[in-house]
């Protein structure tokens, strides 16, 4: 863990309203300064709080869906399925394409 340690100081130059964005998008995204850059030169994704709520709420939305699709299934295998219930488990598909392709658009490929 030697590598992880903040032991280099790097002196930064901003002009007044460079700083003031700074300080803005890092108190927006529940960082300070220093993390807020950390997080820029990282670029990972997964490390944005947005993207992280996102995804959390795809991941729900998913397990929604399955719960239903699930019930669907279990109602065709006890012989008690009917056309409604096929109907509903194309809704409930295209609603789920819906969402993935919401954070999709919203992340990027």
């Known amino acids: 863990m030697a590598g992880r340690q903040h032991s280099v100081d790097k002196l930064l130059r901003l002009t007044p309203d460079e700083a003031k964005q700074l300080t803005e998008k890092a108190e927006n995204a529940g960082l300070t300064e220093t993390a807020y850059l950390r997080l820029l030169i990282s670029q990972k994704p997964n490390d ?3 993207i992280r709520k996102l995804l959390k709420e795809l991941i729900n939305e998913v397990n929604r869906v399955g719960v239903n699709i699930n019930q669907i299934t ?3 295998n006890a012989e008690l399925y009917s056309k409604e219930d096929k109907e509903k488990l194309v809704a409930y598909m295209r609603k789920l394409n819906l969402e993935v392709k919401k954070v999709v658009d919203m992340i990027g490929n």
């Open 48 to 50: 944005y709080p947005e």
């Open 74 to 76: 279990f109602s065709h």
